[in-house]
């Protein structure tokens, strides 16, 4: 099993940044990818990043690239999202997530997830 732990959210203002942390825990070897998805009130959660954390491969969602940027740690297992340029609308809860094999913008690519941190962008 997998576990995983979001820190970093928090309220700011438009225009601003915030850098969300995920670490992994648990059988973290078998760890193929990690990303980011998010879930605003009302809203279906959607894919926001990810990265295979052996090969390099990034991926944005065009609604967020350019202005934010995964990373990663492979020796701690963690995952960054650095989030510059901050609008309301990216208000949301940010959830961790990760697989063993897969590497994707689908919810169900992504057998891992963390218990997610709020977001709140205010105008």
């Known amino acids: 099993q997998v576990q995983l732990a979001e820190s970093g959210g928090g309220l700011v203002q438009a225009g601003g940044s915030l850098r969300l942390s995920c670490a992994a825990s648990g059988r973290t070897f078998n760890i193929y990818a990690m990303g980011w998805f998010r879930q605003a009130p009302g809203k279906e959660r959607e894919f926001v990043a990810a990265?295979?954390?052996?090969?390099?491969?990034?991926d944005y969602a065009d609604s967020v690239k350019g202005r934010f940027t995964i990373s990663r740690d492979n020796a701690k297992k963690t995952v960054y999202l650095q989030m510059n340029s901050l609008k309301p609308e990216d208000t949301g809860v940010y959830y961790c997530a990760a697989d063993t094999y897969r590497f994707g913008r689908k919810r169900n690519e992504y057998g891992y997830w963390g218990q997610g941190t709020q977001v709140t962008v205010s105008s």
């Open positions: 990265g295979m954390l052996s090969f390099g491969s990034l």
